[in-house]
Every structure is written in structure tokens, then in C-alpha cells.
């Protein structure tokens, strides 16, 4: 099967099979937990309790899906730290109205002879609903070293029950292929370039030795749902993938943030998904707590 013609049969479907759609949850292969030696330091232990979030189609809203999954972690009673590995744009922080609180971001971290101390560096961290926040300024400092990014997950990883990771498109794990030892949530544009994308994306990250990513579908903004959407369905059997759920925009978060407000829950549109991807990891980590 191949884009033209999932974009043929969409025509047929409307978006609403696809807005409250989760589907049932197959457990990925992973590798086993490894230590990497990276630029002469130290071997870092890769841990399991962190979860890489990503998309390469632009403005699918990556940081959107890790804060609203680090949220929903937090309310289920699990310590969690969200971290923006953003280095070309960044500002976790500003969308989530943090940007005035006090507090360490990424580039003001030091990792002398590839060490964090964990308990210290949460302790600096500004908090957003009891979810700590190690968001990147890339305006105001330099790209750490593979070798501090890998030092700084550990440290959190060792802190926390959980480590949500906003990657952005990616593209940090041409020059740290080691983050391709966590677990990876790929966010899939449901339309036909974006699940060209999205196949794309598990190819990259197979060649970094990734285990099997999550799936997460997304609705894309200001869609046409006659003629744009593909279908769950079309969309799995292109990436031959079952997809943990489906995303959709939410005009009142968007318009919380342009405001300057935040996220402030997890959308109504969403709920669904981040809740099927919230008890993955939970499962993932033999945790039971519903909190």
C-alpha cells in the first residue's frame, strides 16, 4: 500500500471513526536495558523508565502530547520530570507559562565529568502542576554534549518514576544515537504526507537500533475531514503498526497558550489517547496505581 493510494480511500471515511478511536494495546519489543560509552566519558546506563516523544511533521503538537502525558502521570500519583531535548528551538517553559519562574533550564545544567546529582538538580527545577520542568533556551546558551544530555536523563531517570522527553523532529539522535535506547512515542500526521513521514521515522530510528515505537495518530489542524484525514484503520495497515490512539486540536489549549496561560488540562479530544498511552507506561513500568 502505498500514500496515493491511502489518500484515495480516505475520501469514503469522515474524521469522527477517527477522533474517539483507541485501539487495543500490543506490548512493543525492547532492548534490554545497556550502558553506552559516549566521547571517552563514562559508560551511562540507558534505564527503562524514560520515553522519548516525537513527529516529523511540524506543529503536530510533540510538546503538547509529552506535557499532557507528564500531567496525567502527575495526577495518577507518579514523580515525573518533563524535559524539552529541543536544542534548535526549544521554550517548554514558555509554553507552559513558566518562563518567568525561577529556576534551571538545560543550558544553565552542569555535568562535571559526566555526573548530575539527581536529588539536586529536581530540587531546581520550576514546577507545573507538580511535574518538574527542564525546559531548553537555546536563545541564551550553548548545545550541551551528548554526553551531559545522556548524564542529565540518567540522573532525572534515577530521581523519578518517570522521564517524558519532548524530542521535537528527531534530529538530536544523529548526534546522540544512544536516546534511541528509550522507549519512543512517534506522533503520525493522519494524513498521506504524514504517515509518509511517520514511516520515515521508524526507519530512522531502526537504524539506531530502536526497539519498536509507540504509535500515537494526531488530527491535523484546519483539516478538511472529508479529504484529509486517513483513517485508523488505512493509517495501520500503511505503517503496519497498531496505533495506541488518536490526538485532536483543542482551539481553547491553543488559545490558552498564545495567551500566555499554558496547558492547563488535557483536552477533551485527547483524553482518550493520553490516557491509553499513560496506562502503556504504566503497564511498562508494573506499576497499578490509578491513582
Given at each position: 500500500?502505498?500514500?496515493?493510494?491511502?489518500?484515495?480511500?480516505?475520501?469514503?471515511r469522515h474524521a469522527s471513526n477517527v477522533r474517539t478511536?483507541?485501539?487495543?494495546?500490543?506490548?512493543?519489543?525492547?532492548?534490554?536495558?545497556?550502558?553506552?560509552?559516549?566521547?571517552?566519558?563514562?559508560?551511562?546506563?540507558?534505564?527503562?523508565?524514560?520515553?522519548?516523544?516525537?513527529?516529523l511533521s511540524g506543529g503536530i503538537g510533540v510538546s503538547?502530547?509529552?506535557?499532557?502525558?507528564?500531567?496525567?502521570?502527575?495526577?495518577?500519583?507518579?514523580?515525573?520530570?518533563?524535559?524539552?531535548?529541543?536544542?534548535?528551538?526549544?521554550?517548554?517553559?514558555?509554553?507552559?507559562?513558566?518562563?518567568?519562574?525561577?529556576?534551571?533550564?538545560?543550558?544553565?545544567?552542569?555535568?562535571?565529568?559526566?555526573?548530575?546529582?539527581?536529588?539536586?538538580?529536581?530540587?531546581?527545577?520550576?514546577?507545573?502542576?507538580?511535574?518538574?520542568?527542564?525546559?531548553?533556551?537555546?536563545?541564551?546558551?550553548?548545545?550541551?554534549?551528548?554526553?551531559?544530555?545522556?548524564?542529565?536523563?540518567?540522573?532525572?531517570?534515577?530521581?523519578?518514576?518517570?522521564?517524558?522527553?519532548?524530542?521535537?523532529?528527531?534530529?538530536?539522535?544523529?548526534?546522540?544515537?544512544?536516546?534511541?535506547?528509550?522507549?519512543?512515542?512517534?506522533?503520525?500526521?493522519?494524513?498521506?504526507?504524514?504517515?509518509?513521514?511517520?514511516?520515515?521515522?521508524?526507519?530512522?530510528?531502526?537504524?539506531?537500533?530502536?526497539?519498536?515505537?509507540?504509535?500515537?495518530?494526531?488530527?491535523?489542524?484546519?483539516?478538511?475531514?472529508?479529504?484529509?484525514?486517513?483513517?485508523?484503520?488505512?493509517a495501520q495497515e500503511y505503517l503496519g503498526d497498531t496505533?495506541?490512539?488518536?490526538?485532536?486540536?483543542?482551539?481553547?489549549?491553543?488559545?490558552?497558550?498564545?495567551?500566555?496561560?499554558?496547558?492547563?488540562?488535557?483536552?477533551?479530544?485527547?483524553?482518550?489517547?493520553?490516557?491509553?498511552?499513560?496506562?502503556?507506561?504504566?503497564?511498562?513500568?508494573?506499576?497499578?496505581?490509578?491513582?
Amino acid at each position: 500500500m502505498v500514500p496515493g493510494q491511502i489518500g484515495a480511500r480516505e475520501q469514503q471515511r469522515h474524521a469522527s471513526n477517527v477522533r474517539t478511536m483507541v485501539m487495543p494495546r500490543t506490548m512493543p519489543a525492547r532492548a534490554a536495558p545497556c550502558e553506552q560509552l559516549v566521547s571517552g566519558h563514562a559508560a551511562v546506563p540507558i534505564r527503562d523508565n524514560v520515553y522519548a516523544i516525537l513527529s516529523l511533521s511540524g506543529g503536530i503538537g510533540v510538546s503538547m502530547v509529552a506535557a499532557m502525558t507528564a500531567l496525567r502521570l502527575a495526577q495518577r500519583r507518579h514523580s515525573c520530570v518533563l524535559v524539552d531535548c529541543d536544542f534548535t528551538a526549544g521554550g517548554l517553559d514558555v509554553l507552559l507559562g513558566l518562563e518567568n519562574e525561577p529556576g534551571l533550564r538545560f543550558q544553565t545544567v552542569k555535568a562535571p565529568l559526566g555526573h548530575v546529582d539527581g536529588p539536586a538538580l529536581n530540587h531546581e527545577l520550576p514546577r507545573w502542576e507538580r511535574v518538574g520542568v527542564l525546559s531548553s533556551q537555546p536563545w541564551s546558551g550553548e548545545k550541551p554534549d551528548s554526553w551531559e544530555i545522556l548524564a542529565v536523563l540518567q540522573a532525572l531517570a534515577e530521581s523519578n518514576d518517570v522521564v517524558i522527553v519532548d524530542m521535537a523532529d528527531g534530529a538530536l539522535y544523529e548526534r546522540v544515537p544512544e536516546l534511541a535506547s528509550y522507549t519512543q512515542i512517534l506522533i503520525a500526521e493522519l494524513t498521506v504526507l504524514g504517515l509518509a513521514r511517520a514511516k520515515h521515522a521508524k526507519t530512522m530510528l531502526s537504524r539506531q537500533g530502536c526497539a519498536k515505537p509507540l504509535i500515537v495518530g494526531a488530527c491535523p489542524r484546519g483539516a478538511s475531514p472529508s479529504k484529509s484525514i486517513v483513517s485508523v484503520e488505512d493509517a495501520q495497515e500503511y505503517l503496519g503498526d497498531t496505533l495506541l490512539g488518536v490526538i485532536t486540536p483543542d482551539r481553547h489549549i491553543q488559545a490558552d497558550v498564545l495567551e500566555g496561560l499554558g496547558v492547563r488540562a488535557v483536552s477533551k479530544g485527547s483524553r482518550r489517547a493520553i490516557d491509553a498511552l499513560v496506562e502503556y507506561i504504566e503497564d511498562d513500568l508494573g506499576g497499578d496505581d490509578d491513582g
